[in-house]
């Protein structure tokens, strides 16, 4: 019997410091290896964007041969959804930021679900009105990532229903009580909606195949908790007649209180930074936040800092550095000792604020047809 | 410890003989007196349907409210469902003729689900083509039965799901997996789908008061057997701010075959009578027909046979004798002998093939119509 692991990862629950190697033999995924990179270099013409080349997306299930597909002139699709249980936070963006990648640069088509019903049902404590609300409130600002309305298609589940039921029916029968017990750890007390709901996360991905009457490859990333979930997805693909969907899944990344994973959840909104936050709250988290620092600055410029443990250093590795040159500058000069965590910290703020300023920007020009890429309609009636 | 009952009554499952009192007080729901029918004998100007004076319906919840409530001004609707497996049979008419005899006499709109999501969830063996196909053929057939275009509404799950989910979204988050395991001995192995079903099959009883935004009363005719699933719908109901719907139970029917109820699953399709069933094969299956007769003429002559257990005489109490005049004499010179089981049956014949043509050419008319009772459209987004 092999021990017990010091970790656990699901989708509803991680807790644990994760060895990730360990989990992706647990889960049995492939490794996102260099080869695998290389070749999606080439094929987005001489780019990787640091999600990539900076190791946050480690594991796959299936990107060869989605890959072999596209190269034979069968492109793929991206995938990824939202539940809009508040504001979005700069994690959420790792998702949409590797989606809004392959939209651009290999001209994929992009289908957003938000989970409006989802989120009703699985948090007491929100209104309808509340999910409605900031289901399109999280829209703008994934929309604003870089999407083109022509190649973008969402999922609004309450709005979208009539286009998505018909494929939904289909997957439900397919799917029992038992295998979303295992997969999510629903009891008794869970309701309907959540049981079902499964059925609805898993429509999008076959949703392009059933309306063109032939197999659209489908590529997910998501975190690497959310392996489960989809791999019941796959599970049920064939039966259906529909390909399974290939996955690439990214580590989970730390908060700005530095425990483990981000998790905003209870009292602990100053551990992300959300996209709604004032300037003023964002510099007060990005202040607090926890670093790799030393005790003193004299000991700091002698020893050096540890950006592995640090949250400020993860901002900037996930998103906020994006050239090389400078990434591989605030590392060295941070383990060097050079770079002190206040003068590194006020950096981060202007970057992020100019962040900010240019999204929210982005997101006025979003609402004016946001609405248009809302599907509305089934493609056909069974 | 009460003794174990000798019968079993459940919305999936009906055996032994059933004690129809004994079942009212296990059930806990009230008996249709005579002060009740007489009341409602007076509200529709003097009349009352076979299925009311022969004892069919013989219970409720609530039905006085229901009517004090129509007195004071404040009419209800009638709200009644089919699950499309197949062609409906005369059984099925006991609960859309009293719909009918509601709607024409006493004026209120008729609110019908036709379930063709649940019957593929429920049923293995039928393919989503045929569930769709029976939903509108069972359509046209309920329709015919005389109901007023402009006064009946028609919930076509996998059509009117977007005139539907918002207000299930919210029915669903008040109905746990134990509650549907509780009312439909649901297991591991049910598949999601029909654990969301009960939410739907919810929503016609809720949707009047919801899309109006007052308190619209519901008056639900159904099996007795079929109790249970609409108390949880009675359970939900003020939780969300809707009056409980009324419930009125009919007893269940033996079927031609005479065990016990009706029941034409597996090679039992010579239990009933389906509305498509051409002349000569309603007349095959009169005349193979359970009757309360003798071994011999002489013998029934001399006796006299038994109407209570004759499926032929059930026929004449629930649908083919309306008038009251006719019901007694065949009851009567049954009784005494007078009338043999040959010429009963020739004449049912006659009568089962009168109203046949009758409701082929009603139902012809009804397609000119049926699409246009289909609610597709929500009365509000949220």
Partial sequence: MPAPEEFVVTPYEVKGKIDYDRLRELFGTQGLTPELLARLHRLAGGELPPLLTRGIYYSHRDLGPLL??????????????????????????????????????????????????????????????????????????????????????????????????????????????????????????????????????????FWPSWAEGRAVPCLIPCGIDQDPHFRLTRDIAEGLGYPKPALLHSKMVMGLLGEGVMSTTGNRADDALFLNDPPKVVERKIRAAFTGGRATVEEQRRLGATPEVCSVWTLWRTRFAPAEAEFEEITRTCRSGELLCGDCKARLIERVHGFYAQHAEAREKVKDWAESTIVTVAPKPL
């Fill in 68 to 205: 072999d597909a596209y190269e034979n002139g069968r492109p793929f699709f991206v995938y990824s959804g939202r539940g809009p249980s508040g504001p979005l936070h700069t994690s959420h963006l790792i998702q949409f930021d590797i989606c809004a990648w392959f939209h651009r640069r290999l001209g994929v088509p992009m289908y957003i679900q938000i989970t409006d019903d989802e989120k009703f049902w699985a948090r007491s404590g929100l209104t309808r009105e509340e999910t409605a609300r900031w289901g399109l409130e999280n829209l703008y600002d994934i929309l604003a990532l870089g999407f083109d309305p022509k190649r973008t298609h969402v999922f609004f589940d309450s709005r979208s229903i009539a286009a998505m039921y018909p494929l939904a029916i289909r997957v439900a029968r397919k799917i029992t009580f038992s295998n979303v017990k295992a997969v999510f750890g629903f009891e008794g007390s869970t309701n309907i909606g959540l049981v079902f709901y499964t059925a609805l996360q898993s429509v999008p991905a």
